[in-house]
Nanobody, 121 residues
Framework: QVQLVESGGGLVQSGGSLTLSCAAS????????MAWYRQAPGKQRELVAH???????NYADSVKGRFTISRDHAKNTVYLQMNNMQPEDTAVYYC???????????????WGQGTQVTVSS
């Protein structure tokens, strides 16, 4: 079984910064695309950014130029550096990953439990 555990959420003032981390653990053969999603109250979950195993990245228009996604293959970890944060960034942030297991070699999609990010004005 594979688990994704997020950390780094919290309360920040408008214009401030936070860095989220998500570590994958378990019987992992390989991790492909890793991503961050967010869900604000009353809204649908949306893609914030993703990064492929080769390092290609993609961002939602609302965070381009402010957020940076990166990953450490050796640590099976993905990061989200968030700068110049705004109240509209307030949401629960979820980590997502496509993982090939070490035992069955099946490819599955996993979600973390989510971490709350609140930006005060």
């Amino acid at each position: 079984q594979v688990q994704l555990v997020e950390s780094g959420g919290g309360l920040v003032q408008s214009g401030g910064s936070l860095t989220l981390s998500c570590a994958a653990s378990g019987r992992i053969f390989n991790i492909y695309t890793m991503a961050w999603y967010r869900q604000a109250p009353g809204k649908q979950r949306e893609l914030v950014a993703h990064i492929t195993s080769g390092g290609s990245t993609n961002y939602a228009d609302s965070v381009k130029g402010r957020f940076t996604i990166s990953r450490d293959h050796a640590k099976n970890t993905v990061y989200l550096q968030m700068n110049n944060m705004q109240p509209e960034d307030t949401a629960v942030y979820y980590c997502n990953a496509d993982v090939r297991g070490a035992v069955s070699r099946g490819l599955y999609n996993y979600w973390g439990q989510g971490t709350q990010v609140t930006v005060s004005s």
